[in-house]
């Protein structure tokens, strides 16, 4: 695992939230998926660091920041990064953000459009209804009663490794994660996202592929041919990665590859 270059707390609502900074350059702010700590990313992280300053952040109740005293919210979370780039003095970054983090990037590009300059949303649906009905029943599963279950995991010992209370602390946020298994449809915010922003899928994805391509047409993509010179493209792009899933993707070369192709397009 990359070592990080630094690491701290930043105040928020509730609390206090960890970032840590990998490597050097334009800053790129990176959000792991639900019940993951920033460790999950593996070589992802160090593929965006080779070329980038990679900003990590942790989210309400996972890793280093644990348990906040507020709700759980997608709302929430993106308020949270927004203050850690903020704290940062950063003016504009770039957002890469994985399944729940996908979320959280989306609801801070709307909310704050003037602090990112492209997003990428990987493996996240725009509604819970999205997810492929396996899925949905896991994340509406969710609750502390599977702790004991849980600990053999490589989630629970990922969690266990940088937290300061893992045996009270990741009970504590299987109940909050019940957050991710209530209905929720951001489909009438989708085309008010202004961002340049890129979504990416496996094909063998755990988010629906007819999904993904909805998606893509709520920002206006794949509505119409693209024309000869490419002058019936708007700045949104689709790409569907052959062989991956949604359990493989925060750890694919290909990730890294596709979407670095799109943020550092002129």
């Known amino acids: 695992m990359l070592t990080a270059t630094t690491s701290d707390y930043v105040p928020v609502t509730g609390g206090k939230v960890y ?76 957002v890469v953000g994985y399944s729940m983090g996908g979320t959280i990037g989306l609801r801070l590009a709307l909310a704050h459009p003037e602090l990112v300059n492209k997003l990428v949303i990987a493996s996240a649906p725009y509604a819970f209804a999205g997810w492929h009905d396996y899925n949905q029943q896991g994340m509406r599963g969710l609750n502390a009663s599977q702790f004991e279950m849980m600990k053999p995991s490589p989630l629970y010992q990922l969690f266990a490794a940088v937290n300061p209370d893992p045996e009270v602390n990741f009970p504590k946020l299987l109940d909050q994660m019940q957050y991710m298994g209530k209905d929720y449809d951001y489909a009438a915010d989708v085309p008010n996202l202004k961002v340049p922003t890129q979504l990416v899928y496996g094909d063998w994805d755990a988010v629906r592929t007819s999904h993904a391509a909805r998606f893509f047409e709520l920002l206006g993509g794949g509505l119409q041919d693209a024309l000869w010179d490419g002058s019936g493209m708007n700045q949104n792009r689709l790409a569907i990665l052959p062989g991956v899933t949604h359990y493989t993707m925060m750890t694919s070369p290909q990730l890294v590859e596709t979407a670095l192709a799109f943020i550092d397009a002129k």
Do not use: C, W
Request: aromatic share 6%.
């Open 19 to 94: 970032y840590a900074t990998y490597g050097e350059g334009a800053p790129l702010v990176l959000l792991h998926g639900g019940l993951m700590t920033i460790e999950a990313f593996g070589p992802v992280l160090s593929g965006f660091a080779a070329s980038r300053q990679v900003i990590a952040v942790e989210a309400q109740g996972h890793g280093h920041t644990g348990p906040l005293d507020r709700p759980m919210t997608f709302d929430n979370m993106a308020a949270d990064v927004a203050e850690v780039i903020k704290s940062l003095g950063l003016e504009k970054v770039d």
